[in-house]
Structure formats: C-alpha cells, structure tokens
C-alpha cells in the first residue's frame, strides 16, 4: 500500500519524519554531511550565541559606567593602552569590551526575534495565499507587492514616529521586514506540492485541511523555509545595525552593536577603535550566519545531491 505521507521525489526530507527513517533528524544529517570548516563555522555561531547569553557574566564593568579620566584609551597593544580595558574605552571614558557584549546581547535578541516573527507571519501568509487562493491569497500578494514597492526606511520611520522606538516596537518592526519574502517562496512551494498526487489522494480520501497541510505539505516546505531564516537572520542584524547608526533604534545610553557604530562615526579619524570595534562584531556574526545558510541552501538541494 502505497504510504501518502511519504516525501515527494524531488524535494528535501521533512525533519523527523514521523516513521524515523534510520533514527536521524535532520539535525544529525546536516552534521554528518558537514565537513570540518563547517562545524568550525557551527561551532564559533553557537560560541557566540553562548557569549551573547551569558553577557552579564562576561563582562568586566557596567557596560554605562563611565570614567572620563580613562576617556579614549586606545585597545592593548597600543600607546596610552590600559590593561583593564583590552579593547580601549570610548568618549564617555566606557569599556569597550564591556558595551560590545551587552550589544551583542541585544542585536543579536533583536534579530533573533525579528526573523522569528518574519518567519512565522510570513509562512502563515503564503501557506493560505498558495492553499487558500481565491480573494485573499490575492490580497495577500497585493500585500507583498507593496511591501516590495514602499522604501522599508519610510514603514520603519512611520511606525518609529507614532508608536516611539521602544524595544518592543522596534522588534515589531524588524519582524515586518522580511516577511513578504517568505511569503512568496512558501506560496509557490504550496503550489507546487499540492498539485502532487499524493496530496490529491489524500483529499479524495477525505483528509481534513489541517491534516494536509500539517502532514503532507508543511513537512515538505521545511527546508527552504529553514534556509531563509538563515539569510533572514543576517540580514536582520545589518537592519537593525542600520537603524541604530541612523538613530532610529535602541537610543543611548542602551548599547546595540549599530549604535555604537553610530555613536563612533565621529571619531573615525582620531580614535577609530569606538566605530571599528562593534563593526567588527557586526562583519563576523553576519558572515558566520551568511555562510551557514549557504551551505545549508546548497546541503538541502536535491538537485545537487
């Protein structure tokens, strides 16, 4: 008998199928296909996950504490150094070190949520626009095209201006951002596997709505839908730096990785450790996400396999 929960030829396995083939999730597959620079990449994303959690412990002062008499001393290794301040202090005489993992912390929350919230709004919309259809699966589209058209910058500086920029608004606005691409991707999966002949075996049997999607086309839409937050996730942190830099996030005296950065812009020429550092911190975290989830998207190809 033929089994109509079996994952279609063609697309990715669904994680922790439901009959366990071999005993693996994806999990343990992606890790036994990943090769050592991988797992080094894996390894320093999860590091730095544990270093952002654990930020308060880590860090050697208040992250607003402020010592004018220990103003803008440079990182170790350079004149007029302090050993108790390895990676220099700031115009406000602040430990840089100390302001970079409470940053950390939060760009990384930011971003964390944001894309969650993308993620979920996104894939809920584009699962009814391409099972659905009809009315709102087209309004739904319309919805996505003038998210595509209207500049982010002007929904991110309206909703700023009405509602204040408080941690949760900010979050709310960062979740918006990516949610149209998720949408687009996962309606025309939709579309795709729920023309397969499995699914219309499972409708001329009688399954209910929920049973299909939840059996028979989610499961199939997991991988490209995990790729994306990876992309997702990245992008998320450069828009939140972005929006920091511009004064439109977390404001001071609260240290986001961006506005440091923004908060450093003007002693770039004498004292270019204030800016330099957190973007340092913004390059690596992006890059490590970046490279994850390109090879997670070429791991989860069929095609490639």
Known sequence: MTDLAAPLPGLAPAPNIRNGRRGQGMLAMLWRKANWLIRLYIGLFVLI???????PLLAPYDPNA??????LRPPVGFDRA?????????????????RTLYGLQLTMLI????????MLLGTALGVIAGYVRGPFGTLIMALVDIQIAV??????LLVIAIFGNSLPVLITVIGIAGWEAYARV???????????PFVEATIAAGATHSRILLKHILPNIVSPIIVMWTMTFSALILLESSMSFLGLGVQPPTATLGSM?????????SNP???????LAIMFVSLLVLLIGDWLRDALDVKLK
């Open 49 to 55: 996950l544990l270093v952002a959690l654990f930020a």
């Open 261 to 269: 950065v923004g908060l450093g812009r003007d002693y770039l020429a």
């Open 186 to 196: 996962v309606r025309a999966q939709v579309l795709t596997v729920s023309r397969m």
């Open 151 to 156: 500049p982010f910058t002007l929904i991110a």
């Open 82 to 98: 302090m050993a108790a301040h390895p990676l220099g202090t700031d115009q406000l005489g602040r430990d840089m070190l100390s």
């Open 111 to 118: 971003a964390l949520v944001g894309s969650l919230i993308s």
């Open 66 to 71: 402020q010592t004018l008499l220990a103003r």
């Open 273 to 279: 450790w204030i800016a330099v550092v957190p973007s």
